[in-house]
């Protein structure tokens, strides 16, 4: 009987590096375009998000995940789910994949991907806006390419950056319009229904991350940030019609359709034009991202001997 692989979390994180998962990443939009299915379920602030891809040629993923906010007041994890990778010739049961690693490495790789082609290398100063699990996450991604770079940290309850920062030995932002100035690059990844950056604080040659908003009603930046920015994306079916990042913006008639550059389907296109031009990326993430970074995952787990 074949042994199905079931990949834990700490197993997985040995194996793999933030550098490798973007070429992963990278390679896997080389590939068809995914056949995406996402469906969201809503109770008030909780979420229930399901979200499965098929790419020709990598296979099919399914990832269920909840994301109650509420849940770290009970001290339990905010966001559960669970990731399954099935083979593409057969459709058999290829592993299961720990939810959080695949996660982690998914949504943190998603931004760096864009990061390494979008902000200016000699990036030094890094802001991160949000000091939940993402946040470290966002932390490690960045250190391994930008290994130069000056972390800060804010976060709308204090003793959470002030934790996160001794954590990390990082340094604490008490005034987000002052760091968000000082910053070459803002990565940003909150629970913000109402915008926390406004584009009359971004200056010029930054590259903005956002990560936070992936409902309807949520944004990390004002009308501004997104005028002024060339702004892009991880996938065009996956954010418009579904972020508020995007579609509240659009809705109002304050940017167009145009203004969104280029998604992970036209890569050459993540290029910055000038060291002055601010560029601003939304991490939308999606199944076809969770199968790209599963797959990858199984590919070390089997060559790991």
């Known amino acids: 009987m074949t042994v199905i692989p079931n990949i834990s979390f700490d197993e997985g994180e040995a194996l793999l590096d933030w550098i490798a998962l973007t070429e992963a990443l990278a390679a896997g939009h080389d590939l068809p375009k995914a056949e995406i299915g996402d469906t969201f379920l809503y109770r008030g602030k909780d979420t229930l998000l399901s979200r499965a891809a098929w790419i020709d040629g990598l296979g099919i993923a399914v990832k269920s995940a909840t994301i109650f906010p509420g849940n770290p007041d009970r001290e339990v994890p905010m966001v559960n789910g669970g990731v399954s990778l099935f083979d593409d010739e057969t459709g058999t049961l290829a592993a299961i994949v720990d939810f959080h690693l695949v996660t982690k490495w998914k949504t943190a790789g998603d931004s760096l991907l864009a990061a390494r082609r979008l902000a200016r290398p000699e990036s030094e100063n890094i802001l991160i806006v949000g000091a939940g699990t993402q946040g470290r996450a966002l932390h490690a991604a960045y250190s391994a390419a930008f290994p130069k770079a000056r972390f800060t940290v804010w976060n709308r309850t204090a003793k959470n950056a002030e934790a996160m920062a001794a954590e990390l030995k990082i340094n604490v932002a008490t005034d987000l319009e002052q760091a968000v100035r000082a910053a070459d690059i803002v990565t940003s990844a909150t629970m913000s229904t109402d915008p926390l950056i406004e584009g009359a604080w971004l200056q010029p040659g930054q590259h903005i991350d956002l990560i936070g908003a992936y409902r309807p009603d949520m944004r990390e930046v004002d009308d501004a940030a997104m005028q002024r ?7 065009f079916d ?19 359709r145009e203004h969104l550059i280029a998604d992970y389907y036209d890569l050459p296109r993540f290029t910055r034009q000038s060291d002055d031009e601010i560029t601003l990326f939304k991490n939308g993430g999606g199944a076809h991202l969770d199968l790209m970074t599963a797959r990858h995952i199984l590919e070390r787990w089997r ?3």
């Open 229 to 235: 920015s060339r702004v892009f994306v991880d996938s």
């Open 303 to 305: 060559a790991r001997a």
């Open 238 to 256: 996956t954010t418009i019609g579904h972020i508020g990042e995007i579609n509240i913006p659009l809705d109002a008639g304050t940017i167009a």
